[in-house]
């Protein structure tokens, strides 16, 4: 039994039940004893999370000085290089350096590695990531996510998106980060449940997973599975579906909670705000409920250390080869005698219903103008349902008549006489002027596709019936993409038109696909068959070809009908307006909707509305939002007030576009790169044990290795990776060269699959493998001797150690290789550095020969406990060093969080100070206590983050000697 005495600290290395484990914790039990929370280290229990109890379990404390220096027979010492290059990579930066990230595939630019880089200085790592559609926000999540993984602080992730990018989003980060997510859409998560017994977690079973908000609303009892989960990073994707507005929505209940449930939070949004305070603000408290209490004005220096907004012009020089400018074309189509009846019909449409229309709410004649700007179908549709509507609740209702009128004129609008749609029809087929011949689109040519947007369902089922056939193209080049799709069947659809072989040649989607979705792979022609009432859905829908990455011009056009009649022409000349106003948002602000300045579609749809029901004159119209709009940020100036100038010691401003790049660092390796690495590590499995470990296939040109998992390595990926990534014929091909998976990532678009090539990098799930078995090739508590050829003299050594003091949280904070050079009597010379002993003796940077010739190891084994304890002076020293450091920012935390407790106070004062009754001042009190609990277990996680254990941790590595002698 383990007493209270001799409880392991935070980051020490225990055995229990006879597996390696490493400590998070210690608390102290109710019933007697302690608990140990550890995470475990030795293969069979890897990153597994367990309790032990003292009152049960024998919990025993490795000690460095009782390791076993053992010989290494492997050629050129090749086991112990690798020992050591895994030992490097299971170290945990201790830098704020962008150390892997930027090496992902992609061409990162400068701006993209700036939220990674934030994050990594921060206390909690938590961000919103504003920036504007098509500057690749699910990039820089997969940047930071990265660089969390690699400092041991990604191993359960929570992925929350839309049913739309679902599959998108996981593909992304599979194949640019080989992050896997598992996907939770309805099969998924049949799937599950039939692996798990019925009662337990599902998010518990899988440490990466991916669902979309509906699925989380649908169900009621995730909410309790959520409540009993924990996640290192939650990112909840277009952020704005749960962000406040004005009233408490199930969405935004789910992101509350999943808020409280991780250290790292990632939202992810291009438009973070609806005008009102609140809403962003709803999104602030997500990120840290301590910087504003409920209800409290604050500016923009409250908030501007937790998100990053950028637009296009903010970064243009770095984005001038991704963002090719775009063509903006109006098809514009004279009113057939048809429409102009029916359109005639609607300028005299009188209706009872509408002359008591509640102020603020859409006349119903607008709503029919709207339509009919649609189509036909969609006015015909939401003609039939008012009129079932009325005649249930009154069949002499006056509105019926003038109704069944326009019903009439409307129907009587076939296809021959849709102007709007043969003109669209006419421009694609090419029969215009020669200027216009930009726009024939025959879909013959695979990589250029055409996507058509609709706002209404009933458009969208007219324009799948009738535009394929009117331009030749049979059913396979068609798909359509609406909201009432299947999960499968929508995801399915959004990857086929990125392949050059699928036959599709043709989409024609509703507004549900005009977030988030990259589109622009085999696109850049993108038609909008209705003009949108909302400069939010203009940029929405623009951004799915008019994005980065995309190396063609975007061709945006707008289909239109001129009626004859003026007043129809007059609103249709509103609706142009807003066509302007977009694309000059596209060559300067890079924001349209701050034209409106109301940043809610709704409320942008309402204003275009009530502007139509006035009868502004359209050049007032334009003139109103020329007043309105604002140049990039000076609209969140407007928010959040004019904060006062930002010196060098505060933070910079969020949207200052001059910003230095983010640095970039590299960690020290005994290898060439990650192929090295790897094909060194299986060799080396396969000469211990051939029949369980097969030779990989390896390209040296390509940097590239093929093998077919053993059962060991089976297991291991069958948990980690999603079915989907599984190559078809079991064998797993991995290249460390990132224009290979490039080719790869195309060739995968061309096809029906997924890349055939996997990214081999640190945090590909493999080489996280390899690691593990390549820390077991020695045995446990056991340090190989190695010979090198230079830096020692004959009888000299170094005792290669690692010491690590983590905080408070069991996180490894201080983490040090020291080389402790002894001489040939085993005194201490000198405490080198990792660089240093690297750079003295050649390791990894020269060949080293192993003659065979044996060591004398016990006489170096006594001593190893001098030796640690010269390691121990130095890592002292720098802990001395990293608490002055650090109490000092300790102190400023504790400070800031007084200063923020008393402000939330006073607003409390504030709010009750009116309502003096006994019910109000009990929930005065409610929310003080409320209060006071929140900013003590902040002041809480600052201690125990920022406070070191006052124990180093020591790991004995290897022994290194002068080669060719012995001591």
Not at 320 to 330: A, G, L
Not at 652 to 662: G, L
Not at 729 to 758: K, M
Request: contains cysteine; proline residues 5%; charged residues 25%.
């Amino acid at each position: 039994m383990t007493t209270a005495e001799s409880l392991p600290p935070p980051g020490a290395r225990v055995l229990v039940r006879d597996e390696e484990w490493l400590v998070r914790n210690t608390d102290q039990c109710t019933a007697g004893g302690h608990q140990v929370r550890c995470i475990g280290v030795s293969e069979l229990v890897r990153n597994r999370e367990a309790v032990f109890l003292t009152l049960l379990d024998r919990i025993e404390t490795i000690d460095p000085r009782e390791t076993e220096l053992v010989a290494d027979p492997s050629p050129g010492f090749t086991a112990s290089l690798l020992y050591l290059e895994a030992r490097l990579r299971q170290t945990v930066p201790a830098t704020d350096e962008l150390v892997l990230g930027h090496r992902a595939v992609m061409d990162a630019l400068p701006f993209q590695l700036d939220p990674a880089h934030r994050v990594l200085q921060q206390l909690r790592p938590r961000l919103l990531i504003a920036d504007t559609v098509g500057l690749g926000k699910t990039l820089e999540a997969g940047i930071l996510t990265a660089e969390l993984i690699r400092r041991g602080k990604g191993r359960r992730i929570l992925v929350v998106t839309t049913r739309a990018m679902m599959r998108q989003f996981q593909q992304e980060f599979w194949s640019r980060f080989a992050i896997s997510l598992t996907r939770l859409d309805a099969d998924g998560i049949q799937r599950i449940r039939r692996r798990i017994p019925a009662n337990h977690n599902p998010f518990q079973y899988l440490d990466r997973t991916i669902i979309s908000v509906d699925t989380l609303k649908r169900d009621g009892e995730y909410r309790h599975h959520l409540e009993n989960a924990w996640w290192d990073i939650i990112i909840i994707d277009e952020a704005h579906n749960v962000s406040f507005k004005g009233n408490r929505t199930q969405s935004n209940r789910l992101a509350d909670l999943l808020a409280r449930r991780s250290d790292a939070l990632l939202l992810l949004t291009a438009t973070p705000h609806n005008g009102k305070r609140e809403s962003f603000a709803s999104l602030v408290r997500m990120l840290d409920p301590t910087v504003l209490p409920a209800g409290a004005d604050y500016t923009r220096h409250d908030v501007e250390h937790l998100f990053v907004r950028r637009f296009k012009r903010d970064v243009r020089e770095q984005i001038r080869r991704e963002f090719p400018e775009r063509e903006v074309c109006k098809f514009a189509a004279q009113a057939t005698p048809a429409e102009n009846a029916a359109f005639d019909a609607l300028r005299l449409l009188r209706l009872k219903s509408d002359e008591g229309a509640r102020e603020g709410s859409m006349l119903f004649r607008t709503t029919l103008e709207k339509s009919l700007f649609s189509s036909p179908a969609a006015c015909l549709d939401t003609l039939d349902e008012r009129l079932r509507r009325t005649r249930g609740k009154d069949a002499a209702h006056p509105d019926l008549a003038p109704l069944q009128a326009l019903r009439a004129a409307v129907a009587a609008i076939g296809p021959e006489q849709f102007s709007k749609f043969n003109e669209l029809v006419r421009q694609l087929r090419g029969a215009t002027a020669a200027a216009e011949h930009r726009w024939r689109w025959d879909g013959k040519t695979a990589d250029d596709r055409l996507v058509v947007f609709t706002e209404r369902l009933e458009t969208l089922n007219f324009l799948h019936q009738h535009l394929p056939r009117a331009l030749g193209l049979p059913a396979s080049a068609v798909a359509i993409l609406h909201g009432q799709l299947a999960d499968g069947d929508l995801q399915k659809i959004v990857e086929d038109f990125g392949k050059t072989l699928s036959p599709l040649r043709l989409l024609i989607a509703s507004d549900v696909a005009s977030e988030g979705l990259n589109l622009h792979y085999c696109a850049h022609r993108l038609v909008h068959f209705d003009i949108p009432w909302s400069l939010m859905v203009f940029q929405q829908r623009n951004g799915r070809v008019d994005r980065y990455g995309q190396t063609r011009t975007p061709r945006l056009a707008y289909c239109m009908t001129e009626a004859a009649d003026e007043k129809i022409r007059g609103d249709l000349r509103i609706l142009e307006i807003l066509i302007d106003k977009d694309a000059e948002a596209a060559r300067n602000i890079g924001d349209p909707s701050s034209f409106m300045g109301l940043y809610d579609e709704d409320l942008e749809v309402e204003k275009v509305a009530e502007t139509i029901e006035q009868a502004t004159r359209p050049e007032a119209f334009s003139a109103w939002l020329d007043g309105t709009g604002k140049n990039g940020f000076a609209l969140l100036d407007e928010l959040f007030e004019q904060a006062p100038p930002i010196d060098a010691t505060t933070a910079e401003p969020a949207h200052a576009a001059d910003r230095s790049a983010a640095p970039v660092g590299s960690l020290p390796s005994l290898f060439a790169d990650d192929f090295a690495y790897a094909r060194a590590g299986l060799e080396c499995l396969h000469r211990l044990n051939p029949r369980e470990q097969a030779l990989p296939r390896c390209d040296e040109a390509k940097r590239s290795l093929a093998l077919q998992p053993n059962a060991d390595l089976a297991m291991l990926l069958e948990r980690e990776l999603a079915p989907e990534m599984w190559p078809s014929d079991n064998v797993f091909a991995l290249s460390s060269a990132r224009e290979e998976i490039d080719r790869a990532l195309r060739h995968a678009r061309d096809t029906q699959e997924w890349p055939a090539i996997q990214y081999l990098w640190p945090i590909h799930p493999l080489l996280q493998w390899l690691d593990y078995k390549m820390l077991a090739l020695f045995g446990r508590q056991k340090a190989p001797v190695l010979k090198v050829a230079r830096g020692l003299a004959a009888g000299e050594a170094i005792v290669l150690v690692t010491g690590q003091i983590p905080n408070r949280r069991g996180q490894s904070v201080l983490a040090e290789w020291l080389g402790v050079h002894l001489d040939a009597d085993g005194a201490a010379i000198a405490t080198l550095s990792l660089d240093d002993v690297l750079a003295r003796t050649g390791l990894g940077r020269s060949e080293l020969i192993n003659d065979g010739v044996p060591i004398a190891v016990p006489d170096w084994q006594r001593r190893l406990a001098p030796a640690l304890d010269e390691a121990a002076k130095v890592l002292r020293e720098k802990k001395r060093a990293f608490d002055a450091a650090h109490g000092a920012r300790l102190s400023s935390e504790l400070d800031r969080l007084r200063t923020l407790r008393q402000r939330h106070l006073t607003q409390i004062e504030f709010d009750f100070a009116q309502t003096p009754g006994g019910l109000a001042q009990s929930h005065r009190m409610k929310r003080a206590a409320h209060t006071d609990d929140l900013f003590a277990q902040y002041q809480e996680w600052a201690r125990q983050t920022l406070k070191l254990d006052e124990r180093a941790q020591f790991t004995v590595l290897a022994l290194l000697v002068a080669g060719g002698s012995a001591p």
